[in-house]
Nanobody
C-alpha cells in the first residue's frame, strides 16, 4: 500500500518561495500519476498541479501557472512542489496525492498525504 508523507510547509512572506516534499513508501511512485492539491478554509479542495505517470498529461491551475512546478525524483521515491512568488491567496493546507491511472487533476486520487500548512503573510 502506497503511503505518502509531506514536509516543507510553513510561514513565508509574499513574494517568497517554498518547496514542498512528499516521500513515498510501500510502492514505487514512478508508476503513479501524482498531484498536489490545496484546501483553504471554507473552500473545496482543488487541484494545483498534476502529472501523469508517463508525463503525457501535465496540468497547472491558472492561478499558479508560471509560479509553481511539480516534479518527481524516482531515485528518491519523492515528489515535489516548488512554489515561487507566493501570494496571500496561496494560503491553504497542501496535500500530495497519487493515483495509479489518473489523467486529470480532480481530487479523487486513491492515495493522500496528511497535509501541510502553507501560510503566506507579512
Amino acid at each position: 500500500q502506497l503511503q505518502l508523507v509531506e514536509s516543507g510547509g510553513g510561514l513565508v512572506q509574499p513574494g517568497g518561495s517554498l518547496r514542498l516534499s512528499c516521500a513515498a513508501s510501500g510502492s514505487t511512485l514512478a508508476v503513479y500519476a501524482i498531484g498536489w492539491f490545496r484546501q483553504a478554509p471554507g473552500k473545496e479542495r482543488e487541484g494545483v498541479a498534476c502529472i501523469s505517470s508517463w508525463a503525457e498529461f501535465q496540468w497547472y491551475a491558472d492561478s499558479v501557472e508560471g509560479r509553481f512546478t511539480i516534479s518527481r525524483d524516482n531515485a528518491k521515491n519523492t515528489m515535489y512542489l516548488q512554489m515561487n512568488s507566493l501570494k496571500p491567496e496561496d494560503t491553504a493546507v497542501y496535500y500530495c496525492a497519487a493515483d495509479r491511472y489518473s489523467v486529470s487533476c480532480r481530487p479523487n486520487y486513491d492515495h493522500w498525504g496528511q497535509g501541510t500548512q502553507v501560510t503566506v503573510s507579512s
